[in-house]
């Protein structure tokens, strides 16, 4: 069974802080996907990433894959309360059409 | 892009009764949907994954005689919820995934049990 460490679980910021978001395996990710679900709704994906060291920007959201394809990181620059929301990663390991899931970070941005 | 509906998006049932759950993708076909369970502030735990016209695979823990998954057609997977009772309130998701598409989420359906 594969378990992915998201940390942290709950963070509450003030608009126009800075703030990471941790994911950690103790396997290697095949692929790896963040996600920010709101209440009530199905998750979004905001961005996949497979190759290690890769660095993707999503407006004031970067996305980091570890080198070895370990770890991510999700760093939103300049919050607003509008980013407020649970952020997820989610995993692929091997070859298995199957995502496993962060246990989330419930974000709060508070204007 | 490729769409997944989920319905209903909500539904109250009595305690004792079956419920059952829809997701369509619209389209594309989906080769495989997964079913997700999600408590209040928490992540989402895979239940089950069905590959269409082949019976579910069930994560462990997960009664396959009380959530029953259909996978009948490339569009349509179903998740049933037979007697259900006030502990099987919950929020559940489905996700589809076909040949050149990554996995689309479904709105999701809040199931409250009375």
């Known amino acids: 069974t594969q378990l992915l460490e998201q940390s942290p679980q709950f963070l509450s910021i003030q608009e126009g802080e800075n703030l990471t978001v941790y994911c950690n395996s103790s396997s290697v990710f095949s692929s790896l996907q963040w996600y920010r679900q709101e209440p009530g709704e199905g998750p979004v994906l905001l961005v996949t990433?497979?190759?290690?060291?890769e660095v993707k920007k999503l407006k004031r959201l970067t996305f980091q894959f570890g080198d070895a394809r370990k770890d991510s990181s999700l760093h939103i620059t300049a919050a607003q309360p509008g980013d407020t929301g649970l952020y997820l990663c989610a995993g692929e390991f091997g070859s298995a059409r199957q995502l496993t899931f962060g246990s989330g970070t419930q974000l709060t941005v508070l204007p | 892009g490729a769409v997944v509906s989920q319905h209903p998006s909500w539904v109250i049932c009595k305690s004792g009764t079956s419920v059952k759950i829809e997701c369509r993708s619209l389209?594309?076909?989906?080769?495989?949907m997964f079913w997700y369970r999600q408590f209040p502030k928490q992540s989402l735990m895979l239940m089950a994954t069905s590959n269409e016209g082949s019976k579910a695979t069930y994560e462990q823990g997960v009664e396959k005689d009380k959530f029953l998954i259909n996978h009948a057609s490339l569009t349509l997977s179903t998740l049933t919820v037979t007697s259900a009772h006030p502990e099987d309130s919950s929020f559940y998701i489905c996700?589809?995934?076909?040949?050149?598409?990554?996995?689309?989420f479904g709105s999701g359906t809040r199931l409250t049990v009375v």
């Open positions: 990433v497979v190759t290690g060291g």
């Open positions: 996700s589809a995934a076909g040949t050149g598409y990554g996995y689309t």
């Open positions: 389209d594309f076909q989906a080769t495989t």
